[in-house]
T-cell receptor, first 113, second 113 residues
Framework: KQEVTQIPAALSVPEGENLVLNCSFT??????LQWFRQDPGKGLTSLLL?????REQTSGRLNASLDKSSGRSTLYIAASQPGDSATYLC????????????FGAGTRLFVKA | DGGITQSPKYLFRKEGQNVTLSCEQN?????MYWYRQDPGQGLRLIYY???????QKGDIAEGYSVSREKKESFPLTVTSAQKNPTAFYLC????????????FGSGTRLTVV
């Protein structure tokens, strides 16, 4: 059974710092992995989608990597800003076993001005 | 612009009452999903539908019902059998091919009064 873990649960950094958020999964047989951002009381906004055949995806200050063999993905945020403060979730779509994507519980990020 | 619309944003339910949450998408996506989010927890799948007139139970379907009469619409009814319905409900959709990611609505917060 696929399990997705995000550590730490919360992170506080000063503005301007580069940071890495982690996502671990137990089964390497995946179709893709998607990173989301969620602001308080809002829905999830898709940030990056990495297919199983890809190693990384980039969008602006964000870079997501995927290492299936070790069951890990990282979301790198460069030059963090207070507006980056949100909860970041990763979601793994299994390559087998049906259509149930597994979501991590998220990392709550606070960027201090 | 294409997207997913959830309504209402806030909903209050009295004891013993059924309520229906609306989810409409104009993305021409085949699959639609309902998730429940509780504070500090990951998303839990309630129901999903891969095509019109077909849907499957997720991990926590008890006390909920859905219909999929149109491709664009996937309403969720929270019945009186759901004993702890207070939560944030999120609707999502995606194309039928497995290598595509999710698009989420803005959510409905349901509170029992």
């Amino acid at each position: 059974k696929q399990e997705v873990t995000q550590i730490p649960a919360a992170l506080s950094v000063p503005e301007g710092e580069n940071l890495v958020l982690n996502c671990s999964f137990t089964d390497s047989a995946i179709y893709n992995l998607q990173w989301f951002r969620q602001d308080p009381g809002k829905g999830l906004t898709s940030l990056l989608l990495i297919q199983s055949s890809q190693r990384e995806q980039t969008s602006g200050r964000l870079n997501a990597s995927l290492d299936k063999s070790s069951g890990r993905s990282t979301l790198y945020i460069a030059a963090s800003q207070p507006g980056d403060s949100a909860t970041y979730l990763c979601a793994v779509r299994p390559g087998t076993g049906g259509f149930k994507t597994i979501f991590g519980a998220g990392t709550r990020l606070f960027v201090k001005a | 612009d294409g997207g997913i619309t959830q309504s209402p944003k806030y909903l209050f339910r009295k004891e013993g009452q059924n309520v229906t949450l609306s989810c409409e998408q104009n993305l021409n996506h085949d699959a639609m999903y309902w998730y429940r989010q509780d504070p500090g927890q990951g998303l839990r799948l309630i129901y999903y539908s891969q095509i019109v007139n077909d849907f499957q139970k997720g991990d926590i379907a008890e006390g909920y019902s859905v219909s999929r009469e149109k491709k664009e619409s996937f309403p969720l009814t929270v019945t009186s059998a759901q004993k702890n319905p207070t939560a944030f409900y999120l609707c999502a959709s995606r194309p039928g091919q497995p290598n595509y990611g999710y698009t989420f609505g803005s959510g409905t917060r349901l509170t029992v009064v």
